[in-house]
């Protein structure tokens, strides 16, 4: 069974920084893709693909502040955001899949193992 837990998440004042870990078990980072989403309350976005072999996706918001990244000796996902804005301002999602589906926004969606998520809150 596939478990994600995220942690990292906090309250920062807008041009903070914050770095966000997904922790996961019962899947192999090295044959499986992971994403960060985020949910807003009135949205969803993608924020950071990383595909099984490595190649990586960022949504176009992100603007260069952030960095996705993956250690499978540890099992874990990161993303390393800076910079942050108001509008950063959700709950951050880990997903796994393992049939490569993350840079299909649906795919993943639908077939994707997501874990409960971190709050992000940046004042301005």
């Known amino acids: 069974q596939v478990r994600l837990v995220e942690s990292g998440g906090g309250a920062v004042q807008a041009g903070g920084s914050l770095r966000l870990s997904c922790k996961g078990s019962g899947i192999t980072y090295s044959s499986t893709c992971m994403a960060w989403f985020r949910q807003a309350p009135k949205e969803r976005e993608e924020v950071a693909s990383i595909l099984s072999d490595g190649t990586i996706k960022y949504g176009e918001f992100v603007k260069g502040r952030f960095t996705i990244s993956r250690d499978n000796a540890k099992n874990t996902l990161y993303l390393q955001m800076s910079n942050l804005k108001p509008e950063d301002t959700a709950m951050y999602h880990c997903?796994?899949?393992?049939?490569?589906?993350?840079?299909?926004?649906?795919?993943?969606?639908?077939?994707?193992?997501w874990g409960q998520g971190t709050q992000v809150t940046v004042s301005s």
């Open positions: 997903v796994a899949d393992s049939r490569d589906y993350c840079f299909d926004y649906d795919r993943v969606i639908e077939y994707g193992s």
